[in-house]
């Protein structure tokens, strides 16, 4: 009976043994699967936060789109207008040594002492004062002239 009994005592020494590892499996397993979780949710966050930041930039990149185009074009006119100023400076530059060589023939205007254009100024500021003086009469003429003839009546 004692080797039954060790037996028994063997045997229950090795089911204590089993349970307490299927403790211990069953508990790393829940360990594993709440860390799993927890990893999920982070994930799943992260992945919210991408979420929201593609359709952000999604939204905002077809302004960067319009924003490179508009660019691309701002350098096309830009060296065409960096064309236009060389030719213009080099134009400049012809022009100026065109003056420098013809300066030597250059006069300053010779200022007239003739009296007859200032007095034919004149004659022309008293007909036009005679004319405007002439349409002045006329106008009152124009207006006084009916009332009297509705006064003689």
Same mark, same amino acid.
């Given at each position: 009976? !004692?080797?039954?009994?060790?037996?028994?005592?063997?045997?229950?020494?090795?089911?204590?043994? *089993?349970?307490?590892?299927?403790?211990?499996? %069953? !508990?790393?397993?829940?360990?594993?699967?709440? !860390?799993?979780?927890?990893? #999920?949710?982070?994930?799943?966050?992260?992945?919210?936060?991408?979420?929201?930041?593609?359709?952000?930039?999604?939204?905002?990149?077809?302004?960067?789109?319009?924003?490179?185009?508009? *660019?691309? /074009?701002?350098?096309?006119?830009?060296?065409?207008?960096?064309?236009?100023?060389? $030719? %213009?400076?080099? +134009?400049? #530059?012809? +022009?100026?040594?065109?003056? !420098? +060589?013809? +300066?030597? &023939?250059?006069?300053?205007?010779?200022?007239?002492?003739?009296?007859?254009? *200032? /007095? &034919?100024?004149?004659?022309?500021?008293?007909?036009?004062?005679?004319?405007?003086?002439?349409?002045?009469?006329?106008? =009152? /003429?124009? &207006?006084?002239?009916?009332? $009297? &003839?509705? =006064?003689?009546?």
């Amino acid at each position: 009976m !004692a080797l039954l009994d060790m037996k028994m005592q063997h045997f229950n020494a090795m089911k204590d043994a *089993l349970l307490a590892n299927d403790q211990d499996k %069953a !508990a790393l397993v829940d360990r594993f699967r709440e !860390a799993v979780r927890q990893r #999920d949710h982070v994930r799943s966050q992260i992945d919210r936060v991408r979420e929201k930041f593609k359709e952000k930039f999604a939204n905002n990149f077809v302004t960067v789109k319009e924003i490179m185009n508009v *660019l691309a /074009e701002i350098d096309t006119t830009a060296k065409k207008v960096h064309e236009g100023i060389a $030719l %213009a400076k080099a +134009a400049s #530059d012809e +022009a100026k040594s065109v003056w !420098a +060589a013809t +300066a030597q &023939y250059e006069q300053p205007p010779i200022v007239s002492s003739n009296d007859q254009s *200032l /007095e &034919y100024l004149n004659k022309q500021n008293s007909v036009m004062s005679e004319i405007t003086t002439k349409m002045q009469m006329m106008q =009152r /003429e124009r &207006y006084v002239t009916p009332f $009297l &003839y509705f =006064r003689a009546f």
